[in-house]
T-cell receptor
């Protein structure tokens, strides 16, 4: 069965602190995709990154970085030097299969990040 | 293009009434998804269209729910005989077929409150 677990419900940090959001997934497929989305108070889910199961290279984009480890089924997200604008709910999601159909995203419950000044 | 558009943004309805939501995807996207999100939870998949064909439906989509995408462009989601448990944010997303598994872009959602 497929599942995404975000064990951290809420995290509070002070500006400029680094913060890591954890994501653990379960799947029986060998081909799958992992995603992170940000949901600010406005409600719209904003795509951050997609990673396929064959690409374990870590990625850095500005203050954001992602650590994908198949051995531990984890896809963690780190924000370096956090800012108040980073305050949002962050979702990790899984999409299974390598087929043609646009299969659904399976989301975790999200981690609420609060960054104070 | 301004992204995925959903209308209305908010809807308050009395229990037992029917409601209909509309989603306009990004114009070149042929895939369209509906999700439901309740407070404190991640979005849950409801249904998926490729062009006008509804290819996948979740078991969450009870008989009271129906979705259409008649011309392969905009989509509607109707809930008949609403119940208080239907109160949630209904999210629409679209994606392109250009790549095997490209990311889905989400709209701002329609927040439904059933009183």
């Amino acid at each position: 069965a497929q599942k995404v677990t975000q064990a951290q419900t809420e995290i509070s940090v002070v500006e400029k602190e680094d913060v890591t959001l954890d994501c653990v997934y379960e799947t029986r497929d060998t081909t799958y995709y992992l995603f992170w989305y940000k949901q600010p108070p406005s409600g719209e889910l904003v795509f951050l990154i997609r990673r396929n199961s064959f690409d374990e290279q870590n990625e850095i984009s500005g203050r954001y970085s992602w650590n994908f480890q198949k051995s531990t089924s984890s896809f963690n997200f780190t924000i370096t030097a956090s800012q108040v604008v980073d305050s949002a709910v962050y979702f990790c999601a899984l999409s299974e299969g390598g087929g043609q159909a646009g299969t659904a995203l399976i989301f975790g419950k999200g981690t609420t990040l609060s960054v104070s000044s | 293009d301004t992204g995925v558009s959903q209308d209305p943004r908010h809807k308050i309805t009395k229990r037992g009434q029917n409601v209909t939501f509309r989603c306009d995807p990004i114009s070149e996207h042929n895939r369209l998804y509906w999700y439901r999100q309740t407070l404190g939870q991640g979005p849950e998949f409801l249904t998926y269209f490729q062009n006008e064909a509804q290819l996948e439906k979740s078991r969450l989509l009870s008989d009271r729910f129906s979705a259409e995408r008649p011309k392969g462009s905009f989509s509607t989601l109707e809930i008949q005989r609403t119940e208080q448990g239907d109160s949630a944010m209904y999210l629409c997303a679209s994606s392109s077929r250009a790549a095997m598994r490209t990311e889905a872009f989400f709209g701002q959602g329609t927040r439904l409150t059933v009183v």
